[in-house]
C-alpha cells in the first residue's frame, strides 16, 4: 500500500510552503524508486520529482530550487517539500512507487506500478 498524505493546509496563497509525505507498506521501500507527481484539470498526469534507492534526485524544471524530495528509509516514507508555491503548482499530487524503473524512464508515470490516492495542493494569487 501507498498512502499519501499533505501536512499543512491544501489551500495556500502564493509564497507559501506545504509538506507533502508518501508512507508505503508492504514494499521493500529502500529498494525502491519514489516519484510525485501532480495532475491538474484536463491535463495529463506530470512528472514533479524523484528520489532513487541510491538517494540521487530528480526534478521538473519549473520546481528545481523551490521543491525537495527526500525520503526516509526507517519510515518507509517518502516526503515532497514545497517551498514559494506558485498558482501554476495546483494540482492533485500523487506519490508513486517502483523497484524497477531505470533512470532514462524515471519522469514516465507508466512506470511506476504503485500509487497513493493523491491529494489536492491549491495555491491562491
Known amino acids: 500500500d501507498v498512502h499519501c498524505r499533505r501536512l499543512g493546509e491544501g489551500l495556500v496563497q502564493a509564497g507559501g510552503s506545504l509538506r507533502l509525505s508518501c508512507a508505503t507498506s508492504?514494499?521493500?521501500?529502500?529498494?525502491?524508486?519514489m516519484g510525485w507527481f501532480r495532475q491538474a484539470p484536463g491535463t495529463e498526469r506530470e512528472f514533479v520529482a524523484a528520489i532513487r534507492w541510491t538517494s540521487s534526485t530528480h526534478y521538473v524544471d519549473s520546481v528545481k530550487g523551490r521543491f525537495t524530495i527526500s525520503r526516509d528509509n526507517a519510515k518507509n516514507t517518502v516526503y515532497l517539500q514545497m517551498n514559494n508555491l506558485k498558482p501554476e503548482d495546483t494540482a492533485v499530487y500523487y506519490c508513486a512507487g517502483d523497484r524497477e524503473v531505470i533512470l532514462s524512464s524515471i519522469r514516465l508515470p507508466y512506470e511506476y506500478d504503485y500509487w497513493g490516492q493523491g491529494t489536492q495542493v491549491t495555491v491562491s494569487s
Open positions: 508492504g514494499l521493500t521501500f529502500n529498494r525502491y524508486t
